[in-house]
């Protein structure tokens, strides 16, 4: 079991799956959770150069995050990836 | 099996909702919508079972707890129950997230039909679904269809007629034990997924991610930005330009001409001719003469919109968005301003916190919307020759600053508070939909001739009443239009120390009036200053001569005529890439005039009236001053009547100390005025700060006491 990394921090070409949230901000928490940012969805870091926002694969879907904010979601890798 | 009158069609943004209402309706709309999105519902009707049935069109959502304005409508359409089925189309690249709005959807009604939409696509991409099993996973009738296919859409009429006799008995109320909570609905999803879809290829390197390494590139993003929006430019005016004579001249002949002859036929009186062919006809001809220009720009946003490039951008223009607070998002509310402010307002919907949606109808009146173009265009062409582009083009930039000093300036005031988050879905590329752009650009076109034509028409009316009107020696009297005993030219003659200091003589009092009728719309200032400076040295005689010398109406010539400046104009834009208009700036004064239906005279007097630095002073007024009422309008129904107050009046404040400024420094200087419109500028800014500080006074009143921290 590996430890767990902000969703900011992801490097490109790996499996992650979202563990969880650390946030003040219940808004963008309860947010990104209804847009299916839920424990054990995989998510990766999509291949776009950009480095700030960020663009992550997630069900399906580019979504764009500010780095900064991107620091309150939690994931960690995946070990069957 | 019960009756159908009423079906909403929900589903998440981009899932192709729109197109599958459009397919459905045919040309039966009978709401228009902006580009930008759906921010309202929208309805039409289509035939099922023998009968029309009445549809509506909802704005996107991902669930039923949205937290935009324009998701909420969606959300209060279906918890008021205000249809009898609903058509759930989900997009079948993408169930993951699609079926989420379904479970929502599945918790208030069991009135549903899925349609699988984009079958042909996400067979494409290697994606194969098990229609039947999802069906049954879900619970409900699901239907493929491709809604760009025509006859894709009738076949699931077809299947929908039959699927409606088999739905179960309405309840709407759905006992609670079925509410499942987020993480259980995504495992549910997750459960279906894998039983129903089986994913053949690797689809992360598709086309899309491929378009955005470059367009969102670190280092080609801005360049790339710029030059879509110059081909969004040049593709408006330039193409636009092009059918500016051709709607001049059809105009005229439709609205002055052949008026003209039948008036003069049927023996009318002189006076109601000219009023009626002279007036109201050449205010329509005016009106007629935007109508290109505002339809590409319309066209141009909306293809770009389609494209799905406008979310792209919001993406690119966070990085400066953030430094005045807000999400990169709010930025495409502004772009949509370069068209029209009305939806501009009205995008700014889409944004979640009501600071951010405030803050952003404050600053989308500063880009330069298509109706003001004109007016640079009549005074440029005037005073500033060779450099008319450039003029334009430092006025497009003032606007663009004005809204970024106007976002510093609102973020320390009026809405001070924690910035919110920016999250933003980038949708999958596609080929704009041809129908599809060019019914909305139409729709939105209806609208803006409906407005302008009514508000030029009333306005000119009013002008020419006010004209004609005169008060002398304590005697009223008729019949003053021209002179200087009009009630026109008192009032106008009255207002002008106001505008004094930013370069107004009191006798260019018609520029001062003109600022009055661009209360209703920027583009009637052409209008008036053409109407009051040509009425200015015309006398009685040549009026009655203008009357009587048209008799001989040319229809078929007329027409060829118009024809002919087509063909000629799109030679010309071909061989020239005119960003802003600017060719149409650059023209000698006798075309340009003609272009936009001004007298040549009107170039005369602007120029005797005017300096260089006055006449720019004057059109930075125009540019930043009170938006147009339907803009104020728009914003009221948005912020509510007293946001949309103090938004007027910090406009026209700005507008003031900005063009005093401005034109002091550049050739009044007078130290005194330069002061004042320094002062009025800090002014502003104690003002919006007094009201910010009122208005945190009211919101902590209102909220429950807070709780007491730990003291220690």
Redesign the interface.
Known sequence: MSANIVLANMQAGITYQVTGFNTTSEDYATKLYKMGFVEGTPVELSSVKIADPIVVQIRGSRIALRKKEARQVLVRECNNA | MHKIERIAIAGVPNCGKTTLFNSLTGARQKVGNWPGVTVEKIEGTFPLQESRVELVDLPGT??L?P?TEDQKVAERVIRDGEYDLIINVVDA?????NL?LTMDLKERTNQIIVLLNMVDVAENEGIEIDIDRLSKDLGLPVIPVVAVDKSSVKKAVVAIEQRVADLPAHDSHVSTKEVMD??KK?AHIDAICGRVAREKKD???NL??RI??VV???FA?IPIFLASMFVTFWFAIGLGSVFIDFFDIIGGLLFVDIPEALLSAVGSPEWLTVAIAGGIGAGCQTVATFIPVVFFMFLALAILEDLGYMARV??VA??FM?KIGLP?SAFIPMIVGFGCTVPAVMAARTL?SKRDRFMTIFMAPFMSCGARLPVYALFCAALFGAYSGLAVFLIYLSGLFMAILTGFFLKNTLFKGTP???????PLYHAPRVSAVFKSSWLRLKSFIKRAGTIVVTAVFVLSLFNSIGYENGEMSFGNEDSQSSILAHAGKAISPVFEPMGITKDNWPASVALFTGLFAKEAIVGTVNALYSSMDMNQATVAEVAEEPAELDIGGTITEAFTTVGEGLVGVISSVDLLGLGLIAEDQETISEEIGASSSVYKHIAANFTVFSAFAYLLFVLMYFPCLAVIGAARKEMGGYYAAVMAIYATLLAWAVATFFYQVTEGHNVVYILLSLLTLVGIYGWLYLLGKKEQEKTLALAPLPIIKNCS
């Open positions: 991902y669930n707890s937290d690249t993408n169930l993951s997230r989420y987020t993480v995504y689809r992360s390197e899309t991610t955005d390494n969102m590139n670190r993003a919001g993406v966070d990085k953030r990169g979640s919110s988050h920016f999250v933003m879905d980038l």
